[in-house]
């Protein structure tokens, strides 16, 4: 990653991926067809005698561009091209002035079939009392899946202003449409809370989604500690509660 702020209010990103391991197929080039499962297995871990054949020509680059000149905006503009499999951008501009909060994203992804996105955001913040935000979002048709960004985990978290607090994809899946109500409002040295709901509509039957999640967080020294109390509610299933607890050291 190269970073670079020599231009006035501005920052200019650059970033290489040449390899990875896991769920994907670099490092396959070069192995023998009558090769053992389990180096196949190996394959996308290590390159075939150690080689790096693949190294650059299966990898995924990156260039961005995030000005203020105007103090209150904070404007950003990136792309993204995966060898192979596809290029993307996304653009945003944000803006905070006397206590109004305002946004809008735009994201399109090319694999072949295109997709894309779109967010905006508005909200007030009064400072050191409460933070309130809606958010709404709308993902295009053209592309069946979507614009879920999937890993060999699942669906990744998108930085889309609706995107659920643990259902992942949900708010990036084809033909979604959502919106988001965050409130955030701090206890003064007691604790800080936080109320996020989101609803998304699909375009399939029984498939809509109401996410409500209640945090908790308060910090001791270097400890942050955090409860979230979660209950996610999808037509024609069962409402499903969560509990979850983060603990995190900061040194």
């Keep these: 990653v190269l970073i670079n702020q ?21 490092g396959q080039a070069g192995l023998a067809s009558n090769v053992s ?10 390159n075939a005698n150690g080689e790096f054949g693949t190294y650059g020509t299966d990898g995924a680059y990156a ?20 060898t192979s499999v596809g290029t993307a951008y996304w653009a945003q501009a944000d803006l ?8 809008i994203q735009y994201t399109g992804i090319d694999l072949g079939t295109s997709s894309s996105a779109m967010a ?26 979507g614009f879920n960004t999937a890993t060999a985990a699942g669906t990744a978290q998108s930085k889309l202003y609706t995107e659920a607090w643990w259902m992942y ?6 033909e979604a449409s959502a919106i ?21 509509d699909h375009a399939a039957a029984n498939s809509d989604l109401t996410e409500i ?27 499903v509660n969560y509990v979850q607890a983060y603990l995190t050291v900061n040194f």
């Excluded at 905070?96 to 946004?103: C, E, F, H, N, V």
């Design 180 to 200: 988001n109500v965050t409130v955030e409002a701090p206890v003064e040295g007691i604790v800080d809370l936080g109320l996020y709901m989101t609803m998304v």
């Design 37 to 46: 499962a389990l180096a196949l297995a190996l394959a996308p871990l290590v």
């Design 213 to 239: 999640t209640l945090t908790a967080s308060k910090s001791f020294g270097p400890l942050d500690t955090s409860l979230a109390l979660i209950n996610v509610d999808t037509d024609g299933s069962d409402s």
């Design 96 to 103: 905070s002035m006397s206590g109004i909060l305002a946004g």
């Design 120 to 145: 905006a955001m508005l909200g007030y913040e009064m400072k050191d009392t409460f933070t309130a935000k809606l958010a709404y979002s709308q993902v295009g048709d053209d592309y069946a899946a």
């Design 6 to 26: 020599d231009l006035p209010d501005t920052t200019v990103v650059a970033a290489f991926i040449g390899n990875g391991n896991g769920s994907e197929t670099f």
């Design 169 to 174: 994809g949900q708010v990036t899946a084809a």
């Design 63 to 82: 260039i961005a561009a995030i000005n203020n000149s105007y103090e209150p905006l904070t404007a950003q503009a990136w792309y993204y091209e995966a």
